[in-house]
């Protein structure tokens, strides 16, 4: 509805700072990476400069070796921890050290598809920021899957994106406590800390930084250290989403040569993705790389690699099935949980809320795998809990109550895409 579309790009415009967009005023008063992708697909609906211009002020952030980190510190903010000053990188603009899902690919490409479209593709920026894209999938490949599995592994829940979720667990709690950073949270005095990560995870987030920056960032030295290493199927489907992208991106821009090589890493990718089905639960599983086991807990991670692979009919059926089972009785899917199972909260951030930009990707890839049906319900649920509760972070699936900070970026963009 036209009103609700001028708010969410209300919510865009309050939240830019200057080409970039925070997630939030206060509680996240940073560029974060992937919520950067999400809003720049937003604003690629109306506006093709600033869709653009988001993606390159993020690009600012990269590092020499690819690595797009997952915070860039434009500007300074006394509001959040752990600030630069924790992190201590090496770069000109401020960064965090670890990164998030590599959603930028395929932002790149909807910019670059609605720009031909509108008769408004800017070739040089679009080159430009390919490069950019490019660099970060190799790096993906070469720091977080050094022995060649087709399945990237992450350091660092907060690199999933899904900071507190019931599937780092297990992997979580062999994580010491101890930190030498001082920690001092602030997002609990911004949001009720029973919607966020409880203070041990928290501690643990930041023993994982610790150690990290002890290693001077540098990759293989973070990769023999992690007390922390799981192969994750979300980030390495949308990895593969984007790779696809980015193949797609390599062909018009004639780039025959690295399309190649982009094509083989997905193919890499797309092989071992399909290998973690299992059958009995219905869904994909993660692996915990130090424990040599299965990430069982139930979460949405499960189902986002329907984005980026072509299921036979009775895959796509079952996970189809399960996805809906999971959606009996909430007032709002999708539960990033399976609601009923022993740590699903509904209000607390990532352990079983439903979340718009989830809800955003599952809509494709439902509709990837012939559940144009069930995408259309989740579709229409993602708008009218945002119609009823407004742009906030995230939802109580069982209330619909919006949860954590309000006004958020992300919910704007997501509404701005399924709202049509
Ligand atoms: C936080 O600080 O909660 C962020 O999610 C880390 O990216």
């Given amino acids: 509805m036209t009103k609700y579309i001028d708010e969410a790009k209300a919510i865009l415009a309050a939240n830019d700072r200057g080409g970039y967009t925070v997630p939030t005023d206060r509680l996240y008063p940073f560029q974060w990476n992937w919520d950067s992708a999400f809003v720049a697909m937003g604003f690629a609906a109306y506006d093709i ?24 510190f434009h500007q300074p903010s006394d509001s959040y921890f752990p600030g630069p000053d924790v992190w201590r990188t090496d770069h000109v603009i401020p960064t965090s050290g670890i990164t998030q899902p590599p959603v930028f690919a395929m932002a790149l490409r909807q910019i670059y598809e609605t720009a031909v479209a509108t008769g408004s593709v800017a070739e040089e920026r679009t080159l430009a ?21 087709g399945l990237v592994a992450l350091l660092h829940p907060w690199e999933s994106g899904s900071d507190n979720s019931p599937a780092w667990d297990i992997a979580l709690a062999r994580v010491p406590t101890v930190t030498q950073t001082v920690v001092v949270r602030k997002d609990t005095g911004h949001v009720d800390p029973a919607m966020r990560p409880r203070d041990e995870d ?23 250290r992690a007390e922390f290493k799981i192969a994750d199927v979300q980030t390495s489907a949308i990895l593969l989403k984007a790779g696809e992208d980015l193949q797609y991106l390599a062909g018009v821009l004639g780039r025959g040569d690295e399309g190649d090589e982009i094509a083989a890493l997905n193919e890499r990718t797309r092989q071992a993705l399909k290998a973690q089905w299992r059958p009995h639960f219905s ?17 949405q991670a499960g189902f986002i690699p329907l984005l980026a692979l072509d299921l036979d009919e009775a895959t796509a059926e079952a996970a189809g099935a399960e996805m809906r089972k999971w959606c009996k009785g909430m007032q709002v899917a999708f539960p990033t949980t399976e609601p009923g199972s022993a740590s699903f909260e509904a209000k607390r951030y990532w352990r079983g809320p439903a979340w718009a930009i989830i809800n955003w990707l599952l809509i494709k890839g439902l509709h990837r795998n012939g559940q144009a049906g069930f995408a259309e319900e989740l579709r229409r649920s993602t708008i009218s809990a945002i119609e009823k509760e407004g742009f906030a972070e995230y939802f109580d699936p069982k209330t619909g109550e ?19």
């Fill in 49 to 72: 400069d600033r869709a653009y211009r988001e993606l390159e002020r993020l690009a600012e952030g990269q590092w020499a070796d690819g690595m797009i980190p997952h915070i860039v």
């Fill in 283 to 299: 869904r994909f599983v993660s692996r915990d790389l130090l424990a040599s086991q299965d990430v069982v807990a139930a979460t």
């Fill in 402 to 420: 919006g949860c954590g900070g309000l006004g958020f970026s992300w919910t704007a963009a997501a509404y701005i895409a399924l709202e049509r």
């Fill in 202 to 224: 928290y501690n643990r987030f930041i023993h994982l930084l610790d150690t990290y920056a002890d290693c001077g960032w540098d990759p293989a030295r973070q990769w023999q």
């Fill in 129 to 149: 920021l390919y490069e950019t894209a490019l660099k970060w999938h190799r790096w993906w490949y070469r720091a977080r899957d050094p022995e060649g599995t």
